[in-house]
């Protein structure tokens, strides 16, 4: 392994997915990267580009965790004082919901050098690639991005209160909070709302449901539907271009699943 001297982190972002969905930045890093520590959520092909690096995964599989987050900072530290260039890889954008603050500071108190690589984060790149317009003009005037998993494993309360506005919701690690999350929806709106979720988005194997909040629950059992998912709620999602046809050709309360875009089951 070629030794770059400088210890030093990069956090990169590698995007939602599609392995053309990354920047040039961020392939710049890997390929100047001696160790890259990367997450269950990164698509594997983007490994490529570290062409001298020694490559750990560090994420979770199969609900486990390969490391914790203390590991992962002391093997960002102790990996860039012995090899010069960590990258540490993320999916999607590195500070959204993905701790990338955490071991920026962590590296930072061991005097590491620090720099950051933005990705597409799941939570724009997914909706924006099924055609729904998170701020579509005159239908929704802000969208929320929450966690459906809080550090206490709880859903975060700010879905209650972005419920009770017209802003688009977009909840990342929610899936097991599903029906909680609809009786919220149930109690604060109305029951045909339309709702989305997207596994997988973006790559080959996305599959996606789109109903109503009284549907939702019956069509991810269906057609098990599981993380990682995005789940989008709002009027937008009924305006979405990739998924007006169905919308038009059915009445809304018709329920819909699409597995790699085209296909209507
Ligand atoms: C720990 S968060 C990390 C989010 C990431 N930093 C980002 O910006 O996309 C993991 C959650 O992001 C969502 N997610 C990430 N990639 C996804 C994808 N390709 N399709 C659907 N959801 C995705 C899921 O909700 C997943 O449980």
Redesign the pocket.
């Known amino acids: 392994m070629k030794n770059s001297n400088t210890p030093k982190l990069t956090i990169v972002?590698a995007g939602?997915?599609d392995v053309e969905l990354i920047t040039l930045k961020a392939i710049k890093a890997l390929e100047s990267a001696d160790v890259v520590l990367y997450d269950a959520?990164v698509n594997e092909e983007l490994l490529q580009y570290a062409t001298h690096a020694e490559i750990i995964f560090v994420g979770k599989r199969f609900g486990c965790h390969a490391y914790s987050q203390d590991q992962i900072n002391e093997l960002i530290v102790s990996m860039a004082k012995r090899f010069g260039h960590v990258v540490r890889f993320?999916?999607?954008?590195?500070f959204?919901?993905?701790r990338g603050s955490e071991e920026i500071e962590y590296a930072q108190k061991f005097d590491l050098e620090t720099a950051i690589v933005p990705?597409i984060?799941?939570?724009l790149g997914?909706p924006a690639s099924n055609g729904i317009s998170l701020t579509q003009r005159r239908v929704a005037e802000s969208f929320w991005v929450i966690t459906?998993t809080t550090s206490d494993h709880k859903l975060s309360k700010d879905v209650a209160l972005a419920s009770q506005s017209s802003a688009t919701v977009v909840?990342?690690?929610?899936?097991n909070k599903l029906d909680e999350i609809i009786s919220i929806y149930q109690n604060n709106r109305t029951d045909d709302l339309p709702i989305a979720i997207?596994?997988?988005?973006?790559?080959d194997t996305?599959k996606k449901v789109v109903g109503t909040i009284s549907s939702i629950a019956k069509l991810v059992q269906e057609h098990q539907l599981s993380?990682?998912?995005?789940i989008v709620i709002g009027e937008v999602v009924r305006n979405a271009s990739k998924l007006t046809q169905y919308f038009q050709e059915e009445n809304l309360e018709d329920e819909f699943v699409f597995q790699n875009l085209d296909i209507a089951i």
């Open positions: 972002g939602p997915g959520l993320k999916g999607g954008d590195p959204v919901f993905g990705g984060s799941s939570a997914v459906g909840i990342l690690m929610g899936m997207i596994q997988n988005g973006t790559k996305e993380s990682p998912a995005i």
